[in-house]
């Protein structure tokens, strides 16, 4: 039996891609995995965080590789909040999301004891990748300090590239089905010990 070829041609026009195929024709053509991640929305979360002391530098305002670590911190939380599935057990299960790309804008400064919303927004970046938009704020005046995003493939224990787990898709998928609009901040304000 030969092997069969689809190619799905997207229009594109003012931004919304239009798909040359009748929706039932992609039913078939489709894994199931990509038809899922296809309907799949985004995820926020949003995470107090506390600037402390070991993170300033000697002009007193927050050390610039942070940053990263800042938004480690709101990928962690919005996985746990969101999804109700830790790092860990994700990695457990055979798993691994390492960091493959990185990009940050400094846009404003951070003290010591200021209090930051680091919202965190995730979404699919092509097959087998996640793209976690991240935007760190001031919490009481809302200037900016930092934005950027991180890319994140998933791999095995050896680092070999694999598809995203069914169970991954899918509970992304019942996560996006019941995600309120734009995360909310709650519970305890993060910071030394967290």
């Not at 995995?33 to 995470?47: G, P, Q, T, Y």
């Not at 942070?66 to 990695?91: I, K, P, Q």
């Amino acid at each position: 039996m030969s092997s069969l070829f689809v190619t799905l041609i997207l229009v594109s026009f003012e931004h919304k891609l239009s798909l040359c195929f009748p929706p039932s024709f992609l039913l078939f053509a489709l894994p199931a995995v990509f038809r899922n991640a296809r309907r799949m929305s985004k995820l926020s979360d949003v995470l107090p965080l506390r600037v402390r002391y070991s993170e300033t530098d000697q002009m007193g305002t927050f050390y610039n590789s942070r940053a990263l670590e800042w938004f480690e911190c709101g990928r962690t939380e919005l996985m746990r909040n969101r999804m109700g599935m830790s790092y860990s057990v994700l990695e457990a299960k055979g798993a691994f999301l390492p960091l493959v790309e990185a990009h940050l804008e400094f846009q404003g400064g951070a003290r010591y004891d200021d209090l930051l919303h680091i919202t965190s927004v995730v979404e699919w970046c092509g097959r087998a990748r996640l793209r976690f938009d991240v935007q760190v704020i001031q919490a009481e005046n809302k200037r900016p300090v930092v934005r950027g995003y991180t890319i994140h493939a998933f791999t095995d224990k050896q680092g070999k590239p694999i598809r995203p787990p069914a169970w991954f898709v899918d509970l992304f998928n019942r996560a996006a089905l019941n995600q309120p609009l734009g995360g909310s901040v709650e519970g305890k304000v993060h910071g030394a010990g967290f």
